[in-house]
């Protein structure tokens, strides 16, 4: 009998284990549109037909997100521009207006040269990273229960926690940064310094190799810094909801887990305010310090 006993609790506890990997597999999974298996294009319904996939496949759910998000920030900035007033103005237009001055300080401080385009960009790198990682503070269920509903399989609704958004992102500001390296030295002076520094003429093989690291080090330290940070947060979100399924009736373990799980949740989601500002001033900044670094000429 105890061997029976022990046979079903093992059964049971593999169930669990079984439900709660299936769990976090469905809420780490994007909504994934590319050739399938049989040689059609469509949504990939499970990981491993993502996965099959390849390079050509496209995020649904990344692209969405990071387009309305963009467009929100544009729409609601260019509203204030368009009725911006003098006087007494309303607390969006004092919100608009504050975030403006404050970018504007944090890139007089980190960018030496004159550059019109820098301050803007901040402004949108900040604002657009940061309301992708806002997102990261909706309930982990909400949407993926609601695209469910509509019958989509899978939603993630935070883009950065995606590489290829945090990538994406990264590679434009390497492009800048090449762009103004070139612009600003020509293309000898930007040879120079990635051949000549730091030990001169006779160590170039061996300056080529470090420039060469940390020229490229730049987007990918950009693009993996994001995605790691939030990644990490949205993991565990998803690993405090499962306490919710875990907990059943109205046991003392049962309130004691479900308790737990509420001030876990509140608690994360306050500290994850901070990581979710951090690393978007974070991406800017970096940003502005590499442009910085572009426009200035090594002798």
Known sequence: MSSEMAHAATEVAHEAAHTSGDYIKHHLQNLTYGQLPDGTWGIAHSAAEA???????LNLDTFFMSLLL????LFVFRHVAKTIVSGTPGSLQNFCEWAIEFIDTSVRGSFSSKNNMVAPLALTIFFWVFMMNLMDLIPIDWVPL???????PFFKVVPST?????FGMAIGVFLLVLYYSVKMKGFGGFMGELTLQPFGKWGMPVNFLLEGVNLIAKPISLALRLFGNMYAGEMIFILIALMGGAWAGFSLGGVTLFGSQILLSLGWAIFHILIVTLQAFIFMTLTVVYLDMAHQEHH
Request: proline share 4%; net charge neutral; no cysteine.
């Open 51 to 57: 996965k099959a996939m390849g390079f050509w496949a």
């Open 146 to 152: 609601m695209m469910s509903a509509l019958g989509v």
């Open 162 to 166: 995606d590489p290829n958004a945090t």
């Open 70 to 73: 963009g467009a929100i920030f």
